[in-house]
């Protein structure tokens, strides 16, 4: 570390020597020292406003994304708990039943045909929390299905859950040929129908 440190402040050294006094933006000497005083070693290769943003700027981004992150994720095994202890069948809304449930909702209601050459993303799961008054919300839970297939096109379903792992709305985007198809799903006479649809 000190070989790196003695490199830095000679080289910072002999950019004053060199630059101080001559025609020389300062504001464009002050941005480069300030990398090398900072920590900057080639830079992110990312700019904003015209500047490029330093490393060390960089690492502080990604530790609050880390951070912030986390502390999502010790809230919905919070949340989760919280949903099952007010009677949510929340362990029935795994990963295998939302890609099961998007699939149906989206070949059956809105003829995707997403086929076997189509690649499930992970699907996402993110548990609502209980009403202020304690109880259970009408959406426990909101999923998200994705499908891309190896020409380009996708389809994307977004849904929600009840608290008996029913889905009862939902929303499918499909790609293909370059153009998108929304179909926007609720719950009609108990049953889930398509209630718009069409180029989005």
């Known amino acids: 570390m000190g070989f790196f440190r003695e490199a830095r402040d000679a080289f910072v050294t002999a950019w004053h020597e060199e630059f101080d006094g001559k025609d020389v933006k300062k504001e464009f000497r002050d941005a480069f020292i300030e990398g090398w005083e900072n920590g900057w070693s080639g830079g992110s290769g990312i700019y904003e406003n015209g500047r490029e943003v330093s490393n060390a700027e960089m690492e502080r981004r990604r530790r609050a994304h ?112 370059g153009e998108r198809y929304s179909y926007k799903i609720r719950t009609v006479g108990g049953d889930l129908a398509v209630t718009g649809d069409g180029p989005a």
């Not at 295998?96 to 690649?119: K, T």
């Not at 096109?153 to 985007?173: N, Q, W």
């Open 66 to 177: 880390d951070e912030q992150e986390a502390a999502y994720m010790r809230e919905q095994v919070e949340t989760h708990r919280a949903l099952a202890d007010a009677g949510a069948n929340v362990e029935a809304i795994d990963a295998a039943r939302v890609l099961a449930d998007a699939r149906d909702i989206a070949d059956g209601l809105c003829r995707a045909r997403i086929g076997e050459a189509a690649e499930p993303c992970e699907p996402l799961i993110d548990w609502r929390p209980l009403t202020k008054s304690g109880k259970l919300p009408k959406c426990v839970a909101r999923a998200t299905a994705v499908w891309d297939r190896p020409n380009g096109d996708s389809v994307i379903v977004h849904m929600g859950y009840t608290a008996d792992a029913r889905p009862y709305t939902a929303d499918v985007h499909i790609w293909t040929a």
